[in-house]
């Protein structure tokens, strides 16, 4: 082969191995910067995930507060009125929650005499005074008042009422004046529910309470149910128990921007003055361990003064039997009257 065609073909093979070379380390260079990407992004996931789920949690807070809020506006208000609030559900669910709480409430109207109601079936109950002075009753429901007498033999009241949600017993005496009052009512409330990395993250809000919970985690109880006990300066005692039911009216789900109707059913006051032997007990579905949790919260005292041996001169909340309060709470007054104030209140919300 002559010399210039030897020199053609020699640098004719050297650009091609160049050019190879090029294309080679082009996509060696891609699939390096797609490997360092692809680490960083295995690394930094968990930390934006934790990230998203903070700012997710956050937010179902901040509509807790919000709602919270306006639920205490609303059932404050005259019947029928109420508040338009709008709430951005972008990455949490609302939802109405039935039957979360029973709440049973009893106290003498007098010293004169001790009342109790008990055997309760669908159809009857039984009622028995130590002095039997009690004669009739009056029972207090959802669709109105409807009176009974007290049969003397076994004190049996046969009603043949369906009495669901609530009701209020009221005990009579020969002269027509209340000797004694139960109270039973149901309280609903609201959920919230927002989706997490690990799972969902529940809040429900019942009767002035919030109950919170992570899928990874125990139940936690940031806030209690309304139920205070104060010592008078002027002597004396006063136990104030404030419920709050949460009637939900269709579905609430969730939105960009959900608009509710936050409107006030009403209130009654069963218990308004002195009392006796007042006695109050709760159960709460949201979780076994809420309920003893609660009556921690309010023996919290009592436990204190039993620890300490003092109980002789104790004042405040006690159990009604056993001291785990499984029985109901009490009022320890030293056989004063007790100041009794309850106010339950309706709230309904819909869409």
Known sequence: MPPVERYRTRSHCSSEDAAVSEVLGVIMMLAMVVSIMGGVWIFLNPYITDFEDNTNWNAANGIADRLEDRIDVAADSPEGTGIRHKLGMRTSMLQGVSNLEIWSISADLTSADIVKITAYTTTSFTVSSINSTAEKVLIHHENGIDEFPILDADGMV???????????ITVLNGDDEPIHKTVKYTI???????????????????????????????????????????????GGVRLSIILTNIAVSGSLGSANQLGLDIISGGSINPFSGPCYNVRFSLTNSVAPVITPQYDDQWLSEYTLNRASGTLDSFIG???????????????????EAVYFDVSINEVVVER
């Open 158 to 168: 046969n009603h043949n009422l369906q009495l669901t949600d609530w009701y209020v």
């Open 188 to 234: 609903s409330g609201l959920r919230i529910i927002t989706s997490l990395g690990n799972g969902e993250h529940e809040i429900y809000l019942v009767n002035n309470a919030r109950i919170e919970h992570f899928a990874d985690s125990a139940w936690e109880i940031s806030k209690f149910p309304r139920v205070e006990f104060d010592e008078l300066a002027t």
């Open 317 to 335: 909340l006690a159990p009604f039997e056993r001291a785990s309060g499984a029985d109901g709470i009490t009022v320890s007054s030293l056989g």
